[in-house]
Nanobody, 116 residues
Framework: QVQLVESGGGLVQPGGSLRLSCAAS????????MGWYQQAPGKQRELVAG???????NYADSVKGRFTISRDNAKNTVYLQMNSLKPEDTAVYYC??????????WGQGTQVTVSS
């Protein structure tokens, strides 16, 4: 089983930056595909960025060129660097770990608010 703890959220002005972190417990972190999802009030949870166990990354069109996902397997941590933030990026951001045989796990979420 994997436990995920997100951190790094907060209030930031439009155009600002934040770096989210997701620390995973347990062994074998490197074999999981990791993702960051956002859920705005009244909306479904949506994938923002993903990074496969092999390092391949993918992004939602809305964040391409602004957000960067990365992972440090030695630290059991995945990051989301968010630049040029917009008010529409305001949401709760969740970390997800997925393995086809071992299951899917979610963190508790961290709030990101972009407002002047």
């Amino acid at each position: 089983q994997v436990q995920l703890v997100e951190s790094g959220g907060g209030l930031v002005q439009p155009g600002g930056s934040l770096r989210l972190s997701c620390a995973a417990s347990g062994k074998r972190f490197s074999i999981y595909d990791m993702g960051w999802y956002q859920q705005a009030p009244g909306k479904q949870r949506e994938l923002v960025a993903g990074i496969r166990s092999g390092g391949f990354t993918n992004y939602a069109d809305s964040v391409k060129g602004r957000f960067t996902i990365s992972r440090d397997n030695a630290k059991n941590t995945v990051y989301l660097q968010m630049n040029s933030l917009k008010p529409e990026d305001t949401a709760v951001y969740y970390c997800n770990a997925l393995h086809y045989a071992l299951g899917a796990y979610w963190g508790q979420g961290t709030q990101v608010t972009v407002s002047s």
